[in-house]
């Protein structure tokens, strides 16, 4: 059980273009979900967390315009990456929490973003 | 959330035990320690977590010292599909718990 699921695994998109990235939770409900960033051989970066039926939290120095998230439902959050440009290609990453005490977050496999 | 010191990289023979260390010296009393994987170009994949006891599961074993101030996760027989950068990460459990993720341990098993 578990499983989060990520939609596309990678895109090319031109520069200025708007891209939506899909996240869910496929055998569970997630009040929270979680969206990350990860550059070449670094870390994960913690961007925001996408709380349901209301407004994500941002990390200091992510905009929240540039990276709009939606969490309609308990079982999907998307983030899409507005004029999009060369500097935000990097791996984009969701994670989704159970909910309850004592319960691990699961990752989806990531999107990987490539703008021209 | 407390900060996590981990070894940057180690080897370990295919079929041999993989203790991987980790140093939470700052850890509070409601934080738990968390182990995740992450192989080339996936996302990351948990392992384990504990608070004080040793766990156990299909995966690998956690070793919390006493203390809390470091642990020890070990993968009983590493294989070559355990390649991989295993971080080790404390934070509080339950809804919208972050985790910070530092830079981790590169494990490279070799035949």
């Known amino acids: 059980g578990a499983v989060v699921s990520q939609h596309p695994s990678w895109v090319i998109c031109k520069s200025g273009t708007s891209v939506k990235i899909e996240c869910r939770s496929l055998?569970?409900?997630?009040?929270?979900m979680f969206w990350y960033r990860q550059f070449p051989k670094q870390s994960l970066m913690l961007m925001a967390t996408?709380?349901?039926?209301?407004?994500?939290?941002?990390e200091q120095g992510v905009e929240k315009d540039k990276f709009l998230i939606n969490h309609a439902s308990l079982t999907l959050s998307t983030l899409t990456v507005t004029s999009a440009h060369p500097e935000d290609s990097s791996f984009y990453i969701c994670?989704?929490?159970?909910?309850?005490?004592?319960?691990?977050?699961?990752f989806g496999d990531g999107t990987r973003l490539s703008i021209l | 959330d407390a900060k996590t010191t981990q070894p940057p990289s180690m080897d370990c023979a295919e079929g041999r035990a993989a203790n991987l260390p980790c140093n939470h010296s700052t850890i509070s009393g409601n934080e738990y320690v968390y182990w995740y994987r992450q192989i080339h170009s996936q996302g990351p994949q948990y392992i384990i977590h504990?608070?004080?006891n040793n766990e156990t599961n299909e995966m690998a074993s956690l070793i919390i010292t006493e203390d809390r101030k470091s642990s020890t996760l070990i993968l009983p027989h590493a294989t070559l599909r355990d390649t991989a950068v295993y971080y080790c990460i404390v934070a509080n459990t339950g809804t919208a718990s972050k985790l910070t993720f530092g830079t981790g341990t590169r494990l490279q098993v070799t035949l």
């Open positions: 504990g608070l004080k």
């Open positions: 996408s709380n349901e039926g209301s407004k994500a939290t941002y």
């Open positions: 994670s989704a929490e159970k909910g309850g005490t004592n319960q691990p977050q699961h």
């Open positions: 055998d569970f409900q997630a009040t929270t």
